[in-house]
């Protein structure tokens, strides 16, 4: 029997922003004349009211090759309002969670670290990556040590889709001497991405949303970007007896490039039939693309638009009572999302680059970091965030406090090969995993569904992994 499925991929892009602006007077301070916000570092838990000085290890996962000890204060058991109280003696990505919290030296010369965010905008705006990464620095510093002793600050900029206010926050975040910055989504990173490559600054994590971004040799994404997200549709689309595809996607090269260069060739790969449609990038209303693929009796729709049309797709898609599957990339399951779509939300089945839900034990550790330690919300794409930010955390544990610099954290992920990652798949750094997008060191994939607002709400639809790496290697 023929199973029709219907796959729409929404992709991150035409996010605009107002602008740098003040974070919460308890959330940091503001350099007006430069834009950047600066993340106070004492941390919003509640620790171990027991205190001792001495000193603590936390070990690295094998092959890591490093320790994280410093002598600061120290509780003897993290207590049930910590995360390390919550999960002690539980494997994750840097072997066992501790069983005690450690503090950050307020006094000792502070780790500086940047990041780039879009946000303020009805196209697509994801506060939630800028919370969830303010959350691990006041976790790592307030439960982990910092790094050997020392506290991590985060400078963050808001940009809008400006090329000149992104390479503008770059040129900030040099002038405040960070050793590498945290991704956020950065549309118009074709102004920042050659600040930091003139400056050999590395771009760590994120979500990749143009191509200058998924090419530069100093970026590092834990993540498929597009590409990624486009082959595992295919794929489980595939699995489940798709024949014909539509892949529409916004007048915007990245989705262009995906759509031709990747989309199209796996589909035939996978023998697949794909028919490419463009569309105008600032398009809200669906309905014609969503009434074409009724009219070429596609198994698979696959819509590359952006993130403001989340809604509009999921609600069209249920108001044209199509019977086939929609698919959306999973920052698409963002809680105001979901609770803008309404029931049209649960119909669909998301992608991510980490399991769903918090039965995973690092699932539950992002919760309870969440819980702890945001300001805002921050669950959708504050996965990634998060990811992003406990991976770097580890590349600097790995160097030691007195051997960290721009140029010891690039050539250290450069060198990763199936290095374990914070809640994703284990990430190699060749850039061989995507051909032509080098930047890209985690593209597989797995699929989930939400039941509500909420990480925890999450649900695994079940095939784990999807190998895009094979799929792509197909390619060469």
Same mark, same amino acid.
């Given at each position: 029997?023929?199973?029709?499925?219907?796959?729409?991929?929404?992709?991150?892009?035409?996010?605009?922003?107002?602008?740098?602006?003040?974070?919460?007077?308890? !959330?940091?301070?503001?350099?007006?004349?430069?834009?950047?916000?600066?993340?106070?570092?004492?941390?919003?838990?509640?620790?171990?009211?027991?205190?001792?000085?001495?000193?603590?290890?936390? $070990?690295?996962?094998?092959?890591?090759?490093?320790?994280?000890?410093?002598?600061?204060?120290?509780?003897?058991?993290?207590?049930?309002?910590?995360?390390?109280?919550?999960?002690?003696?539980?494997?994750?990505?840097?072997?066992?969670?501790?069983?005690?919290?450690?503090?950050?030296?307020?006094?000792?010369?502070?780790?500086?670290?940047?990041?780039?965010?879009?946000?303020?905008?009805?196209?697509?705006?994801?506060?939630?990556?800028?919370?969830?990464?303010?959350?691990?620095?006041? =976790?790592?510093?307030?439960?982990?040590?910092? %790094?050997?002793?020392?506290?991590?600050?985060?400078?963050?900029?808001?940009?809008?889709?400006?090329?000149?206010?992104?390479?503008?926050?770059? +040129?900030?975040?040099?002038?405040?001497?960070?050793?590498?910055?945290?991704?956020?989504?950065?549309?118009?990173?074709?102004?920042?991405?050659?600040?930091?490559? +003139?400056?050999?600054?590395?771009?760590?994590?994120?979500?990749?949303?143009?191509?200058?971004?998924?090419?530069?040799?100093?970026?590092?994404?834990?993540?498929?970007?597009?590409?990624?997200?486009? !082959?595992?549709? &295919?794929?489980?689309?595939?699995?489940?007896?798709?024949?014909?595809?539509?892949?529409?996607?916004?007048?915007?090269?990245?989705? +262009?490039?995906?759509?031709?260069?990747?989309?199209?060739?796996?589909?035939? +790969? &996978?023998?697949?039939?794909?028919?490419?449609?463009?569309?105008?990038?600032?398009?809200?209303?669906?309905?014609?693309?969503?009434?074409? !693929?009724?009219?070429?009796?596609?198994?698979? %729709?696959?819509?590359?638009?952006?993130?403001?049309?989340?809604?509009?797709?999921?609600?069209?898609? %249920?108001?044209?009572?199509?019977?086939?599957?929609?698919? &959306?990339?999973?920052?698409?399951?963002?809680?105001?999302?979901?609770?803008?779509?309404?029931?049209?939300?649960?119909?669909?089945?998301?992608?991510?680059?980490?399991?769903?839900?918090?039965?995973?034990?690092?699932?539950?550790?992002? $919760?309870?970091?969440?819980?702890?330690?945001?300001?805002?919300?921050?669950?959708? !794409?504050?996965?990634?965030?998060?990811?992003?930010?406990?991976?770097?955390?580890?590349?600097?544990?790995?160097?030691?406090?007195?051997?960290?610099?721009?140029?010891?954290?690039?050539?250290?992920?450069?060198?990763?090969?199936?290095?374990?990652? =914070?809640?994703?798949?284990?990430?190699?750094?060749?850039?061989?995993?995507?051909?032509?997008?080098?930047? &890209?060191?985690?593209?597989?994939?797995?699929?989930?569904?939400?039941?509500?607002?909420?990480?925890?709400?999450?649900?695994?639809?079940?095939?784990?992994?999807?190998?895009?790496?094979?799929?792509?290697?197909?390619?060469?």
């Amino acid at each position: 029997m023929r199973i029709r499925q219907v796959v729409t991929i929404l992709a991150l892009a035409a996010v605009l922003a107002t602008g740098c602006s003040e974070a919460d007077d308890d !959330a940091g301070s503001t350099d007006a004349s430069a834009g950047v916000t600066t993340v106070s570092t004492d941390g919003g838990g509640t620790t171990a009211t027991a205190e001792s000085t001495s000193t603590s290890e936390t $070990t690295l996962a094998p092959g890591t090759g490093a320790t994280n000890e410093t002598t600061s204060t120290v509780g003897p058991t993290a207590g049930p309002d910590t995360v390390l109280g919550r999960h002690a003696g539980e494997p994750w990505f840097l072997g066992t969670v501790p069983g005690a919290t450690v503090s950050a030296d307020p006094d000792a010369e502070p780790i500086v670290l940047g990041m780039v965010n879009q946000e303020n905008t009805p196209l697509g705006s994801y506060p939630e990556l800028r919370a969830a990464v303010e959350a691990g620095v006041a =976790f790592v510093n307030a439960e982990l040590g910092g %790094v050997g002793g020392r506290p991590i600050e985060l400078r963050t900029c808001i940009t809008s889709f400006s090329v000149e206010q992104s390479q503008a926050c770059a +040129q900030e975040l040099v002038q405040e001497e960070v050793v590498a910055v945290v991704g956020g989504i950065d549309v118009t990173s074709n102004g920042s991405i050659p600040v930091y490559e +003139q400056n050999g600054i590395p771009l760590i994590g994120g979500i990749p949303a143009n191509l200058v971004e998924q090419r530069s040799a100093v970026n590092f994404y834990f993540s498929g970007g597009t590409a990624g997200a486009m !082959a595992a549709f &295919l794929s489980h689309a595939a699995d489940n007896g798709a024949e014909t595809a539509m892949i529409a996607y916004g007048e915007f090269e990245a989705f +262009q490039v995906t759509a031709s260069d990747y989309g199209a060739r796996i589909g035939e +790969q &996978l023998g697949i039939d794909v028919e490419l449609v463009s569309f105008p990038i600032v398009a809200t209303d669906f309905l014609p693309v969503l009434t074409k !693929a009724q009219e070429i009796d596609a198994d698979a %729709v696959i819509v590359l638009a952006a993130g403001g049309s989340c809604v509009p797709i999921m609600q069209q898609f %249920v108001d044209l009572g199509l019977e086939g599957q929609l698919y &959306l990339v999973g920052a698409c399951a963002a809680d105001d999302i979901v609770e803008a779509a309404g029931e049209a939300a649960a119909t669909v089945i998301f992608n991510s680059e980490g399991t769903a839900g918090d039965a995973d034990p690092e699932g539950a550790i992002f $919760t309870d970091v969440i819980e702890l330690y945001a300001d805002e919300p921050a669950d959708g !794409a504050g996965t990634v965030g998060l990811r992003s930010f406990m991976n770097l955390y580890s590349l600097l544990v790995e160097l030691g406090p007195d051997a960290i610099d721009s140029a010891a954290i690039t050539d250290l992920i450069r060198s990763s090969d199936s290095r374990a990652s =914070f809640w994703g798949h284990p990430y190699t750094c060749d850039g061989n995993q995507v051909p032509g997008l080098p930047a &890209l060191c985690a593209p597989q994939q797995v699929m989930f569904r939400v039941n509500g607002p909420g990480v925890d709400d999450n649900e695994d639809i079940g095939g784990g992994w999807i190998d895009t790496v094979e799929l792509f290697a197909r390619l060469d």
